[in-house]
């Protein structure tokens, strides 16, 4: 059973596409993120939402909302995709209280190629 | 603003050798540290967490300290084996997200 699950694996699209990945946990957390790993494999947070709730939205283009229709999920839609949107995404969740009281679990990530 | 470094980038070592992650952060005053491993194109993988009131932390083979004072945690890994050639990560939470360093590639030569 795959505790953190993202769809699609890859994703190879043209600029201004507009697309979303989706992300489910079946640990029963109460956490759920996601996070971007550039092309030097450097892992920096987008979003966070607790129980359906963002609380925490880095610096992160307008293009990108995120929406939790419940706790398990938590899907990421893209707009007007960009080059440099090309990374890999993955969604991590974890239990109440986040980063700071339990370990995160990670999926295994989606690749998107903006061509 | 908490930055975390790994050194070095990479490492390369023979089969058996006991491998030693750097991992340093700017604030001490961290709840945990945790340790992840990436496999390629995989995702991250958490092998140990310390909280901040303990010093070590033991799973198998790994083992993982914490200094608070001095901004340092070490993961050590004993006897290692090809199957532990990976990317190794470090990170602390930060506002409620985890702060990650850039990782160490390691790779264990047969």
């Known amino acids: 059973d795959t505790a953190v699950s993202q769809t699609p694996k890859y994703l190879v699209t043209q600029m201004g596409n507009d697309k979303s990945i989706k992300c489910e946990q079946n640990?029963?957390?109460?956490?759920m993120y996601w996070y971007k790993q550039d092309s030097k494999k450097f892992l920096k947070i987008m979003f966070s939402y607790n129980n359906k709730e963002l609380i925490i939205n880095e610096t992160v283009p307008n293009r990108f909302s995120p929406k939790s229709p419940d706790k398990a999920h938590l899907n990421l839609h893209i707009n007007s995709l960009e080059l440099g949107d090309s990374a890999v995404y993955f969604c991590a969740s974890s239990q109440q209280g986040g980063a700071y009281n339990s370990p995160l679990h990670f999926g295994n990530g989606t690749r998107l190629t903006v061509t | 603003k908490q930055e975390v470094t790994q050194i070095p980038a990479a490492l390369s070592v023979p089969e058996g050798e006991n491998l030693v992650l750097n991992c340093s952060f700017t604030?001490?005053?961290?709840?945990?540290l945790q340790w992840f491993r990436q496999d390629p194109g995989k995702g991250l993988t958490s092998l140990l967490l310390?909280?901040?009131?303990?010093r070590e932390q033991t799973s198998g083979r790994l083992n993982a300290s914490l200094d608070k004072s001095s901004g340092r945690s070490t993961l050590y890994i004993a006897a290692s084996q090809p199957g532990d050639s990976a990317t190794y990560l470090c990170a602390v939470p930060n506002d409620y997200k985890l702060s990650f360093g850039a990782g160490t590639t390691v790779t264990v030569r047969a």
């Open positions: 310390i909280q901040s009131s303990q």
């Open positions: 604030d001490s005053a961290i709840y945990n």
């Open positions: 640990l029963g957390h109460d956490t």
